[in-house]
Nanobody, 118 residues
């Protein structure tokens, strides 16, 4: 069983930045792809970004390209999501996920709330 703990969410004005962190436990961190999903009220869960085990490949959904950066530090067992130039439409619960490949995830955390005010 994998447990994922996210942190770093909060309230920020449009144009601001936040950095989310996620620490998984229960498995060898470096053996898994990591990703971030988000879910806004009344909307389906959306895959935002992912990073492969080695960190050599990443994916970003179009709406966050050029603004969000995913990274991982396997020595610290942590994955990060740097979010810049935030927009009100980025408001959502952001969930960390661990998976077997860049586009296949098996476990999700409880999420951290990100609210962007206009």
């Amino acid at each position: 069983q994998v447990q994922l703990v996210e942190s770093g969410g909060g309230l920020v004005q449009a144009g601001g930045s936040l950095r989310l962190s996620c620490v998984p436990s229960g498995r060898t961190f470096s053996s898994y792809a990591m990703g971030w999903f988000r879910q806004a009220p009344g909307k389906e869960r959306e895959f935002v970004t992912g990073i492969t085990m080695s960190g050599g490949s990443t994916f970003y959904t179009d709406s966050v390209k050029g603004r969000f950066t995913i990274s991982r530090d396997n020595a610290k067992n942590t994955v990060y999501l740097q979010m810049n130039s935030l927009k009100p439409e980025d408001t959502a619960v952001y969930l960390c996920a661990v998976g077997t490949s860049l586009f296949k995830y098996n476990y999700w955390g409880q999420g951290t709330q990100v609210t962007v005010s206009s």
